[in-house]
């Protein structure tokens, strides 16, 4: 029996171990114009690799561009790339193309650009946008190791940030966006490179919201819209080595529970 009660000891502290870490490796940059930015979108993608997902809002169709909503899991049933975004607010927009009867740029062409032309995204009602990861075109949970975004006219410090969360959801990674200026471009992205898994990521842009085409939150805060969102390629969630612990110590229990009620002969 002593030894039932070692062995399952021994697997759960084997298991249940703190793995060798470190932090996710960062891309970072920030600038007036695309070129400020491109070197470091490169260099994220060579890092992710051909495994690699990518979302710039030029496809979506005009039926679900502004003035018309995005539905939160258009990247995951009618164009499968295993992202679903939601929000505390009311919806999303992707802004509309030009010729059209809705103002490009959500209507704010003073204060936005495009790095990958024309289309941008944001959250309606909300700074928040969380994107949650599913194995492409399922409902089966997954996780990615690797994300980025593309913030348009960040200004202030400090109110524009990334964070991502483990399947868990125990914050892992979470880092400010570099202020780009008016109409300027920040690009921000982390790859993890000790197996580390993301399962949600949270984008806050700014401090003001967009509520409509041409219609903002406050007229005094910063406000903060979206371009190119990169990731590497969705996997199904597995058990953590944690879980595998908890389950083999109760499988040894259990067996030594039946030893010691097995009727001696």
């Known amino acids: 029996m002593n030894a039932i009660y070692k062995s399952a000891g021994a697997l759960a502290a ?10 996710l490796v960062t891309f970072e940059a920030a600038g007036a114009t695309p070129a400020a930015i491109a070197a470091t979108s490169d260099a994220f993608r ?3 690799g051909g495994g690699r997902r990518e979302i710039n809002w030029d496809g979506v169709p005009g039926t679900v561009a502004d003035p018309n909503l995005l539905p939160g899991n258009f990247f995951n049933s009618t164009s499968p ?8 607010g009311t919806g999303f927009l992707v802004s509309a193309n030009a010729g059209g009867a809705t103002p490009t740029l959500f209507g704010f062409p003073n204060d936005f650009q495009a790095f990958s032309a024309q289309r941008l995204f ?14 492409p075109g399922t409902a089966i949970a997954a996780t990615t190791s690797a994300f980025a975004a593309i913030f348009v006219d960040v200004e202030v410090a400090g109110l524009t940030k990334m964070e991502f969360f483990d399947p868990s959801n125990s914050l892992i990674f979470s880092r400010d966006v570099q ?11 982390a790859v993890a490179n000790a197996g580390e898994k993301i399962a949600r990521v949270r984008l806050t842009s700014g401090a003001n919201t967009i509520t409509a085409n041409g219609s903002l939150g406050n007229a005094l805060d910063d406000v903060v819209v979206m371009d190119d969102f990169l990731y590497a390629e969705p996997n199904q969630v597995v058990p953590e080595p944690s879980s595998l612990a908890l389950a083999g110590l109760g499988l040894l229990c259990g067996l030594g529970w039946m030893r010691r009620r097995r009727p001696e002969a």
């Open 14 to 23: 084997l298991l249940l171990a703190p793995a060798a870490g470190a932090a």
């Open 46 to 48: 060579a890092a992710v």
């Open 81 to 88: 790339r295993g992202a679903v975004f939601s929000t505390p």
């Open 122 to 135: 944001t959250a309606v009602g909300s700074n928040i946008t969380d994107v949650t990861f599913f194995v």
């Open 179 to 189: 202020v780009g200026g008016n109409q300027g471009l920040s690009f921000l992205g």
